[in-house]
């Protein structure tokens, strides 16, 4: 692979958004990362260029048969003004086994790193300063042979985009409702569940709108099998501490191995507070509601960190989740991720990753 | 909606490829159809316009959640010249049933149909003749809003582009070999496996990809559930005979609703062929087998019309059908079939459509 990556900078740079209202995924900065692969080349042609629409035929096979990958995480800015990654190693990481379930040529890690350092670094006045913002990465692979038919694409574009933003919920850190979903499903097993895919958010999407209706802000998501053991919660992975133990799901192939779901067990472990990854059914959780044992709900994700649960609604019936208030842990462990992220804690796992 | 279809032509058309080597899936025709959707303005602006890229920003949607929906249908040259449609009507409304899924807002089939028509009109020549060729049409609906987060869009592009081709698979009507795949799973009950949804196809690329490298064409896909019952193969519905009776899956919420597959049945109803819509175990097809009452075993679908199974895979065990050779009933469904869309035989079903 080619090392160095070149660079031509926007003659035009835009306006940046007012900070106090980026919401989430409406901006985008002035530069754009692009990488391509060919069967004969390998990948190829790292450069970063000025932010532009991509010109591709429509028979490109991105537009037909969903072989696309995608990956988020987010820098931060310190209130000394540096820029912190977080944890991108694991990123990449991941985006190899979503491309090896995808077919899709696997990747340089540590030079998928390398990139995300160098356009970050190129548009690092886009990282803003304010409480709740960061800029949010979204590194991607798309298929971009022209061709119409079922088999993986012999081309291939890695192209990074970089968006401020604010909070992912209007709701912040505050307990969201979650719907239990028992009709549709988003992932099976022997399917593409942990890979990080666009079939699986197509898939969501009815779910979630059905439950935004309802008045709810996500749904929690039951095994495809038996719908009866959870596995996520709308983009997020989800934990429940019962009698002093927090449990999640175990990372079965339906269920996306989350990177802040990884810190949040590092931390608990640190922190002395015992974890379960087990299976875990709905109908354990109610019970211990009903037993008065169901302590905290949370989900973990790159967009929102820590999401509380404060209500489920599971088969028309609701239960309040710790009196719909955050919880002891929930709190705890938002605090020290995003203290680590925004470098006002000390990082002590070393999951930081300074862009000069 | 608009009706009226603005035409601008373009100046400079391809050379057309030889139609002895055509494939399948690399030429495209000279235009294309592009209709635009807002929330504000329903579906909007239907235009034909020439093949050529387009241009959509990195952070459009369909790059990144698969809210994308498609169709395959095509036109034929008849001995005189003229070209028809099979069953365009039946493709445009299975249209609205994945857009529901896929919360993409829904669509006016008999606009759809008279969209194919004018352009499938204006690209005439593009229909080839050559015996087992034909303009295989490709309408899709991609989201366009420039946004990251998971939500349905609120704006989409229709479009159609149009590809002469020839045998989808190299074997043509010969019998192929398929694997009973055991632990990949294509879709499940309650997931988008009806809809014809690019997910559905990248969640089936790996199964396939080491289906061909163990010498297979295709996979037969078992129920997701139990990986019991027999669901599709490959991108084709699938039909048993065992002792006289035609069997084909029934249609759940995991199985796409061929037009093919529609057909079949309705020749065989018509020739008083018995057939059954009903769940069928793979287990079921290996006891007929045994039992040497299997007599028959095809797929049906847009691209290869029918195609006969020779041989079967399930664990290990190999099963050979009808020595291998091609069966009376799929012959006779085949002939039947691409005889109506040739305008060979007599259309008594009413399926074709002529393009003036």
């Known amino acids: 692979m080619q090392k160095s990556i070149l660079i031509e900078l926007t003659k035009t740079p835009k306006t940046k958004p007012d900070q106090n209202n980026l919401g989430f995924g409406h901006y985008f900065s002035d530069h754009m990362f692009i990488m391509n692969y060919s069967t004969e080349k390998g990948w190829y042609d790292p450069r970063i ?8 035929e429509p028979s490109t096979m991105v537009f037909h048969y969903g072989q696309i990958i995608f990956e988020g995480l987010k820098a931060y800015r310190t209130e000394d003004g540096r820029v912190l990654l977080f944890r991108p190693d694991k990123n990449m990481e991941r985006i190899n086994r979503s491309n090896e379930r995808l077919c899709i040529p696997p990747f340089d890690p540590g030079f ?3 990139a995300i350092k160098t356009i970050v670094s190129v ?19 798309i298929p971009t042979d022209p061709y119409l038919g079922v088999r993986p694409s012999n081309t291939y574009q890695f192209i990074i985009i970089l968006c401020p933003v ?8 505050n307990p969201v409702k979650i719907y239990v979903e028992t009709r549709y499903v988003r992932a099976v097993k022997g399917g593409v569940g942990y890979a990080k895919t666009p079939g699986n958010y197509a898939a969501s999407l009815k779910a979630q709108v059905e439950a935004n209706q309802k008045g709810f802000t996500q749904v929690l998501w039951l095994d495809g099998v038996e719908k009866k053991y959870v596995e996520e919660v709308g983009t997020m ?10 449990i999640t799901p175990s990372l079965e192939d339906s269920i996306l191995a989350g ?6 067990l590092q931390l608990l472990k640190t922190w002395g507070v015992p974890i379960r990854e087990r299976k875990i059914s709905i109908q354990e959780i109610y019970d211990a509601h009903s037993q008065g044992t169901l302590e905290e709900a949370f989900g973990t994700g790159t967009a929102a960190v820590i999401s509380p649960i404060g209500e489920l609604s599971w088969d028309g019936r609701r239960i309040s989740i710790n009196q719909g208030e955050i919880g002891k842990v929930s709190a705890e462990l938002y605090r020290t991720i995003t203290g680590i992220q925004k470098g006002v804690l000390k990082d002590d796992p070393g999951w930081t990753v300074e862009v000069k």
């Open 49 to 56: 260029i000025p932010y532009a629409p991509l010109e591709l």
């Open 112 to 114: 998928g790193v390398e």
């Open 123 to 141: 548009d690092k006045e886009w990282v803003p300063d304010q409480e709740g913002t960061s800029l949010y990465i979204r590194p991607f692979i």
């Open 166 to 173: 604010g909070a992912y919920y209007p709701e912040g850190i």
């Open 237 to 246: 992975n989800v934990f429940f501490k019962i009698k002093g133990e927090v």
């Open 259 to 264: 990177i802040t779901r990884d810190s949040a």
